[in-house]
């Protein structure tokens, strides 16, 4: 299973790639109920910011803006901003982990377990309308995984906020697709069709497409005649 920095290294990588995948597609449902995948990237800076950051970066808990409301870090920049923010803080983090010694990790198995599952999460939006296969998760990495499954307090893990009731998932569910689906996470959107999912963007994610529209109008505007 590798040690905790191993393991704490490969999901930040893992979302990393996930959140650059997902960028031209930042509106989408996630499999996060009510979040876009631009939703989910500014969570996870948000859990990391605040986790990875009192860690690894020396930060006292709620001292910058990211990490003192968690609301602010959903709401305040737009769908782009929040990719940014969240590429800015993971080469930080990246830099910070390969100095730290071993024990600055042992605070962090939830924020490493968050950062894969949102990993997954991403991925299924483009999974939803057919853009590509559920994530399998990275062997190491899912060892891991299911021993911390094994060994969670039922009681604790199905709190608000952490994860919900667990899913039933499919006959021929993939080791992966049953760890999400023990999260609370539909496994195969094809499954269990979600009919109450969002259909339109977040308010955060509106708020990105309003600026990019006005973006556009401004260069229209300012453009010489005939240009195409």
Known sequence: MGTARE???QALDLFSAEAR???DRLGLPSACTEWSIADVIRHTTGVQSEYGGSALLGRALGENDLTAEHESVMASSTDWEAVEAWELLATQLRTAAHEAGEDAFHPLPLATLDMALHAW??????VRVGLASNLEFPADLLEWMEDYRD???EEAIRKPGVFASPVEPPA????SERFAAWTGRHPRVAYVPL???PATPSSASALSATSAAAASATSATSAPTGAA
């Open 21 to 23: 995948a997902g960028a």
């Open 195 to 197: 009919r109450d999912h």
């Open 151 to 153: 060994r969670a307090n």
């Open 172 to 175: 021929d569910a993939t080791r």
């Open 121 to 126: 999460d991403i991925r299924w939006g483009a």
């Open 7 to 9: 393991r704490y290294l």
